[in-house]
């Protein structure tokens, strides 16, 4: 996922987890950050995209809507720390 056209196409997709191919460089990786513009930035986190080409921004999963509701779909969108469909909590 470095091609940046491809990468520029993230956003708004929907996410699937899958188990890990093994091929390098088809799986994304997501690391936990803290989500510092949330009301909570000692217990709230951002998923952020590794693996960035040059020149773009990061993604970060989403949720499709503010419903707390299960079966919310998950999205990537690019990262706003401001955005708070971004923003998680365990628990």
């Known amino acids: 996922m470095t091609h940046s056209t491809a990468y520029a196409q993230w956003a708004g997709k929907s996410l699937v987890q899958e188990a890990c191919s093994g091929?390098?460089?088809s799986?994304?990786?997501w690391n936990l950050v803290?989500?510092?513009?949330?009301?909570d930035p000692n217990n709230?986190?951002?998923?952020?995209s590794?693996?960035?080409p040059v020149d773009q921004q990061p993604y970060c999963v989403a949720a499709n809507t503010f419903l707390d509701t299960?079966?919310?779909r998950l999205i990537?969108?690019?990262?706003d720390p401001y955005n708070s469909s971004q923003w998680w909590a365990l628990g």
Not at 34 to 39: F, G, I, M
Not at 76 to 79: D, G, I, M, S, V
């Open 27 to 29: 799986e994304v990786v």
């Open 34 to 39: 803290p989500a510092t513009r949330s009301p």
């Open 44 to 48: 709230q986190f951002m998923l952020v």
């Open 50 to 52: 590794t693996n960035v």
């Open 23 to 25: 091929t390098a460089g």
């Open 76 to 79: 990537a969108e690019p990262c």
């Open 70 to 72: 299960n079966g919310n």
